[in-house]
């Protein structure tokens, strides 16, 4: 059998790098402020609304994601009953059941992402080329001013790699931030209660075997400091 690949984290040089081409495009330079700030799951990326952005905690809460198979808002991490119509089975069916204390949480925003979601902010409400953002909920919502489906987020990224010359240089994962995310708090020495909150995670072995994932040349450099 051929194994995949596993997913790895950006190294520093590629999250400078991702950062500097981005700060010219900003419909993605917001997203990867906030990816990188949280680590949050694409899914719950996509169903980030206005309303969960505390401005004078620096905080975002999570409560609501975008189940990937049918690119459905799920409104809680509970599950539902199944809806009877004919457009409502084919919903109910990507609501997922997640642990409530788990799953809904309130996560940190750095001063940069803070500072690039009132940027994206401003300039929706100021440009003429995302009039049809101005009314919508969602922090990155669609042309419709709905959900951005998981397709529109990967092209999005896609189109950005080509046009800033870094196609081929950088390979495009969305949970490449996630794991970027617990990486970093793994090698600053967070604690691993804390690393779980955060991630909304509830198993260990997912943060410290799947997530955490340190390059050989980091490790090293890392191990230094204590021989």
């Known amino acids: 059998r051929i194994r995949k690949k596993p997913i790895v984290g950006f190294t ?5 790098m991702l950062l500097s081409a981005a700060r010219s495009y900003p ?10 700030s949280t680590g949050v799951r694409p899914a719950e990326l996509r169903g980030l609304l206005w309303e969960n952005v505390n401005w004078e905690k620096k905080t975002i809460t ?4 975008i189940v990937n198979e049918y690119d459905t808002l799920s409104l809680d991490y509970h599950s539902t009953p199944v809806q009877k119509s004919k457009e409502g089975v084919k919903n109910s069916r990507a609501r997922k059941s997640v642990r409530a204390d788990i799953g809904i949480r309130e996560l940190p925003l750095t001063d940069d992402a803070i500072e690039a979601l009132k940027e994206w902010k401003e300039y929706v409400k100021n440009s003429g080329e995302f009039t049809y953002f101005k009314d919508s ?3 990155f919502p669609s042309e419709t001013c709905e959900f951005m489906t998981e397709s529109a987020l990967k092209k999005r990224f896609e189109r950005f790699l080509h046009s800033s010359g870094l196609e081929g240089k950088i390979h495009y994962h969305p949970y490449r931030f996630r794991h970027t995310f617990c990486t970093r708090m793994a090698l600053n020495g967070a604690p691993e209660a804390i690393t779980k909150q955060m991630m909304g995670d509830t198993s260990s072995e997912i943060v410290n075997s799947v997530y955490t994932n340190i390059e050989k040349e980091v490790g090293i450099r890392e191990a230094r400091k204590y021989i």
Request: net charge negative.
């Open 137 to 139: 909920k969602y922090i």
């Open 12 to 16: 520093d040089e590629e999250v400078n």
């Open 27 to 36: 419909k993605i330079y917001p997203i990867i402020q906030v990816f990188l």
């Open 62 to 65: 999570v409560d609501s994601r």
